[in-house]
């Protein structure tokens, strides 16, 4: 897939784990795994926005396109 997530790399920007992550913005870490890893074939704008927010990130840093 083109779309490439760098979720890793902010969280390690921010000192940040994964399970953190997922409990601040409501969601199970198997579901965040899911968005890491670049299987999940979608994902909420309302997830995407929650993740910004406590990340204090724009979705540019998190998501990103190659050809």
């Known amino acids: 897939m083109p779309i490439i997530i760098n979720l890793d790399e902010v969280l390690q920007q921010r000192n940040m784990k994964s399970k953190d992550l997922a409990e601040k913005i409501g969601i199970t870490t198997a579901n965040l795994s899911i968005l890491k890893t670049g299987k999940a074939k979608a994902v909420r704008f ?5 993740i910004c927010e406590v990340l204090d990130c724009q979705p540019g840093d998190i998501l990103s396109y190659d050809k």
Do not use: I, V
């Open 46 to 50: 309302s997830t995407l926005a929650a």
